[in-house]
């Protein structure tokens, strides 16, 4: 009962290599969001889309690029790869409510994709 | 600029009580509680909104200092599975709403043990 997944799970790969990872939701949700998480940090934003056509940077965009391909896929590609960027990786998604507005909607997390740049 | 979490662990007995606050130094929209246990995504707790709205879970609590800018999430009587990180989020204001993206704390280490 996935609601957000997210592939690969694990992956390991080598500085310089480009490389994607991708997330799908199925909760009809309008707004995604690319987290990575590292020990003792918290969760850190990436990038976060309200909808198809609205792609905006995060707290930590750089080295980072985002595409949106529809409504419930929003995949992160880290086009030259570098070892500070293993992390932990979350998708997430939250829906719209025009009472308090996007601030007022709890996300919901996919299981997370491991990384590990060598 | 990351809210500030305290404490950052904590070791809890079954059925003793905790306290994890969260402190911005940025005028707060809404305050996010999300808990993860090892090796799981965050899990949602509550929302509290600037003005006094919030919802969550039921046997779940917590409070909104506008003024202090910051946020109290109360454990009561806490069990075995109580245990995990326990992350606060928080918008800054922004044209009169949120900034609509969330900024986490680093995280509260909560272990409840028997």
């Known amino acids: 009962d996935a609601d957000v997944t997210q592939t690969p799970r694990n992956r390991i790969t080598k500085t310089g290599k480009r490389i994607m990872l991708e997330c799908s939701q199925t909760?009809?949700?309008?707004?995604m969001y690319w987290y990575r998480q590292d020990p003792g940090l918290g969760l850190r934003l990436i990038y976060y889309s309200f909808d198809v056509k609205d792609i905006n940077k995060g707290e930590i965009s750089d080295g980072y690029s985002v595409s949106r391909q529809a409504q419930a896929k929003f995949s992160l590609s880290l086009e030259s790869a570098i070892p500070n960027q293993t992390a932990l990786y979350f998708c997430?998604?939250?829906?719209?409510?025009?009472?308090?507005?996007?601030?007022?909607?709890?996300?919901?997390f996919g299981p997370g994709t491991r990384l590990t740049v060598l | 600029q990351q809210p500030v979490q305290s404490p950052q662990a904590v070791i809890l007995r079954e059925g003793e009580d905790a306290v994890i606050n969260c402190s911005s130094s940025?005028?707060?929209?809404?305050v996010h509680w999300y808990r993860q246990k090892h090796g799981e995504a965050p899990v949602f707790l509550m929302i509290l909104l600037k003005g006094g709205e919030q919802k969550g879970h039921e046997k779940i609590s917590a409070s909104f200092n506008e003024k202090k800018q910051q946020s109290s999430l109360y454990l009561t009587a806490s069990q075995l599975s109580y245990s995990g990180t326990y992350f606060c989020g928080t918008s800054s204001q922004g044209s009169g709403a949120g900034s609509y993206q969330l900024t986490f704390g680093k995280g509260t280490k909560l272990s409840v043990i028997p």
């Open positions: 909760k009809g949700h309008d707004r």
């Open positions: 997430a998604t939250s829906d719209f409510s025009l009472a308090g507005g996007p601030d007022y909607n709890e996300q919901f």
């Open positions: 940025k005028a707060l929209y809404s």
